[in-house]
T-cell receptor, first 113, second 116 residues
Framework: DAKTTQPTSMDCAEGRAANLPCNHS???????VYWYRQIHSQGPQYIIHGLKNNETNEMASLIITEDRKSSTLILPHATLRDTAVYYC??????????????FGQGTILTVHP | NAGVTQTPKFQVLKTGQSMTLQCAQDMNHNSMYWYRQDPGMGLRLIYY???????DKGEVPNGYNVSRLNKREFSLRLESAAPSQTSVYFCASPRAAGAGGYNEQFFGPGTRLTVL
């Protein structure tokens, strides 16, 4: 699985958009970009994933650059409950190991009132 | 539909004691996983089971054993607990890959284990 690089921490004002970057310059053509978050003391929660097109769901938007070497997770209107560690994970689909996820250090997002 | 459940939520052991962490999922998923998370670190895979009757080692399997009792249940056993096994343990189960090949992994609430 390709390695990812994320900033250690970020701050965001409540109600504003939170933009979390992730670099994955060694990503392969069959590897997806996944985003999970972990709110303090809870299990990780799936947010969104994508291959090469931008994606949006009820939680967030995922913007992947054309060369696929980086991506940005966007929380459009951050709330205090979005304070969490956000993990960017790159891995291939399919195969018997498709479920395994390699979690790095992630980005600590703090949303301020 | 409870998703992924884990018991117990908290446990304190003395060095050398044994215990079993229980995990169950009601989503009819084939695969189940055990991760550990140490303070300030990401999750590391201990063992996984791709399907009922099969288990495989992950990144950090030493000191642990697992049993895939049936499709719903996947247990993690510490035969002789050590202080280095103090951690938060998460069980997870991914949805089977769809036409797009992706998977969404569902996590349990975790078991907080302290070994003295």
């Amino acid at each position: 699985d390709a390695k990812t690089t994320q900033p250690t921490s970020m701050d965001c004002a409540e109600g504003r958009a939170a933009n979390l970057p992730c670099n994955h310059s060694t990503i392969s053509g069959n590897e997806y970009v996944y985003w999970y978050r972990q709110i303090h003391s809870q299990g990780p929660q799936y947010i969104i994933h994508g291959l090469k097109n931008n994606e949006t769901n009820e939680m967030a938007s995922l913007i992947i650059t054309e060369d696929r070497k980086s991506s940005t997770l966007i929380l459009p209107h951050a709330t205090l409950r979005d304070t969490a560690v956000y993990y960017c994970i790159v891995r291939a689909a399919g195969g018997t190991s498709y479920g395994k996820l390699t979690f790095g250090q992630g980005t600590i997002l703090t949303v301020h009132p | 539909n409870a998703g992924v459940t884990q018991t117990p939520k908290f446990q304190v052991l003395k060095t050398g004691q044994s215990m079993t962490l229980q995990c169950a999922q009601d989503m009819n998923h084939n695969s189940m996983y055990w991760y550990r998370q140490d303070p300030g670190m990401g999750l590391r895979l201990i063992y996984y089971s791709a399907s009922e009757g099969t288990t495989d080692k992950g990144e950090v399997p030493n000191g642990y054993n697992v049993s895939r009792l049936n499709k719903r249940e996947f247990s993690l056993r510490l035969e002789s607990a050590a202080p280095s096994q103090t951690s938060v343990y998460f069980c997870a189960s991914p949805r089977a890959a769809g036409a797009g090949g992706y998977n969404e992994q569902f996590f349990g609430p975790g078991t907080r284990l302290t070994v003295l």
